[in-house]
T-cell receptor, first 112, second 116 residues
Framework: GENVEQHPSTLSVQEGDSAVIKCTYS??????FPWYKQELGKRPQLIID?????GEKKDQRIAVTLNKTAKHFSLHITETQPEDSAVYFC???????????FGQGTRLTINP | KAGVTQTPRYLIKTRGQQVTLSCSPI?????VSWYQQTPGQGLQFLFE???????NKGNFPGRFSGRQFSNSRSEMNVSTLELGDSALYLC???????????????FGPGTRLTVT
């Protein structure tokens, strides 16, 4: 089946601290794992992605790790800033196709 | 490059009516995917079109259909609208992924559909 579970559903951290969001997928054929940030009233924005032949990818303050054996991947945001406050969605490609299955989202709040 | 555009941005329809939404992908992108976003169900995949052909399909009833034109613009249609069809409908465009398998998807601003 196709299922992506995302935790936690809400996350509140102090500005400057790190935030970690975790996702688990069920489809063994998934080979592409993007993360999207959605601010209130705006479109989902692709912030980072990772493919199944890579274990970790970094882009400035954000990083994603992938554990194919355990079928889970995580988003790490370091030195959080107020503008990081948003809903974050993980996704996995279904059967390696151009079809994304999304997690339920994590509402991240950065407290000044 | 201009981003993904969708029209209209807001729509109010009555139960039983039908609606057509439009999506123009990023120039050069040939893949267009459609998603439904609701507070309860989150983001759910509807279908994907590539070179005017439906290539992937989600688990939505036949009332939801789509098509793609030769210029890669896509439309989705919902017939016999139900109250539960109220949602934000997002399209996403992607370049031909080639050997990469799955291309990066960039979303449009969405069409907010309200069914009364």
């Amino acid at each position: 089946g196709e299922n992506v579970e995302q935790h936690p559903s809400t996350l509140s951290v102090q500005e400057g601290d790190s935030a970690v969001i975790k996702c688990t997928y069920s489809d063994s054929a998934s080979n592409y794992f993007p993360w999207y940030k959605q601010e209130l009233g705006k479109r989902p924005q692709l912030i980072i992605d990772i493919r199944s032949n890579v274990g970790e990818k970094k882009d400035q303050r954000i990083a994603v790790t992938l554990n194919k054996t355990a079928k889970h991947f995580s988003l790490h945001i370091t030195e959080t800033q107020p503008e990081d406050s948003a809903v974050y969605f993980c996704a996995a490609s279904y059967q390696g196709a151009q079809k994304l299955v999304f997690g339920q989202g994590t509402r991240l709040t950065i407290n000044p | 490059k201009a981003g993904v555009t969708q029209t209209p941005r807001y729509l109010i329809k009555t139960r039983g009516q039908q609606v057509t939404l439009s999506c123009s992908p990023i120039s050069g992108h040939r893949s267009v995917s459609w998603y439904q976003q609701t507070p309860g169900q989150g983001l759910q995949f509807l279908f994907e079109y590539f070179s005017e052909t439906q290539r992937n399909k989600g688990n939505f009833p036949g009332r939801f259909s789509g098509r793609q034109f030769s210029n890669s613009r896509s439309e989705m249609n919902v017939s016999t609208l139900e109250l539960g069809d109220s949602a934000l409908y997002l399209c996403a465009s992607s370049s031909d992924p080639g050997l990469a398998g799955v291309g990066e998807q960039y979303f449009g601003p969405g069409t907010r559909l309200t069914v009364t």
